[in-house]
């Protein structure tokens, strides 16, 4: 019989592995994170970060381990609105009159039932989110006339209104300017601090240590986890990234 996914976990992950085909994105995994840690996830492109997000998320289920988000299936705790995801990129059609608000007012969308007719708490959690990323100014605005990083904290504020114990987000900080990333930083250090769970994955690996609580170096297997500056040694990166990136990082 499977153990008990921990009660001390916001997310856990036993042995997982995921096979696309004869491809092997993740083997054997195993991670915990506990509610209201911010954990870094660190690896080149292929490395299983994608798949490590779309397992959590319940869109890809694993040939053989077992996954709790939140003590649920992930499937389970996506549709109670418990896990949300912020992507790397969004289409937007630049044309489409939808603004602002209304792409925060999305992250509301599970708790309306059919007939997705906001309500005053509705409206209040919409102006609360997008207060916290500093975009109250412009939630008439048409989402296609943001400048990027404008745009991701709008998607930062959806995931946010949602209400969402664990949040993913995937290179919440590439193409976003310096205002963009200090707003994000900030805000995810205080959706830590309220017990929420954030997984944030990233190339920026000089950024880690004051933003996450602990790292994932991430190689289809998780090769370290713990302290970033532990995860970050050049001797684990060789691992995961080969011998160029010390020269890069030096």
């Not at 840690?37 to 381990?65: E, W």
């Not at 300017?177 to 994000?184: L, N, P, Q, V, Y």
């Not at 900030?186 to 190339?203: K, N, Q, W, Y």
Request: net charge neutral.
């Amino acid at each position: 019989m499977e153990p008990a996914p921990s009660r001390d976990a916001a997310l856990e992950l036993r042995d997982v592995t995921v096979r696309y085909g004869d491809v092997v994105a993740l083997e054997g995994v195993h991670l915990s994170i506990a509610p209201g840690r911010i954990c870094g996830v660190v690896g080149m492109n292929g490395s299983g970060k994608s798949t490590l997000f779309k397992t959590v998320m319940g869109l890809v289920t694993p040939d053989s381990g077992s996954v709790a988000v939140a003590s649920l299936a992930p499937t389970a705790a996506r549709k109670r609105g418990l896990v949300g995801y912020v992507p790397q990129n969004e289409d937007v059609d630049g044309q489409f009159p939808v603004s602002v608000a209304d792409v925060v007012m999305m992250g509301r969308y599970g708790r309306m039932g059919f007939s997705r007719r906001p309500r005053a708490a509705d409206h209040a959690a919409v102006a609360e989110a997008l207060d916290r990323v500093e975009l109250t100014e412009l939630a008439d605005r048409q989402i296609g006339r943001l400048s990027g990083g404008q745009r991701k904290r709008a998607f930062v504020a959806r995931g946010i209104a949602q209400g969402a114990d664990i949040l993913l987000l995937d290179e919440p900080f590439a193409g976003v300017d310096k205002r963009s990333e200090a707003t994000i930083s900030r805000l995810l250090r205080e959706l830590a601090e309220d017990g929420r769970t954030i997984v944030v994955s990233t190339h920026d690996l000089r950024a880690l240590p004051a933003l996450c609580d602990e790292a994932v170096l991430l190689l289809r297997r998780v090769l370290a986890h713990g302290d970033p500056r532990d995860v970050l040694r050049p001797e684990q990166l060789a691992r995961a990234f080969g011998l160029d990136v010390l020269a890069e990082e030096g």
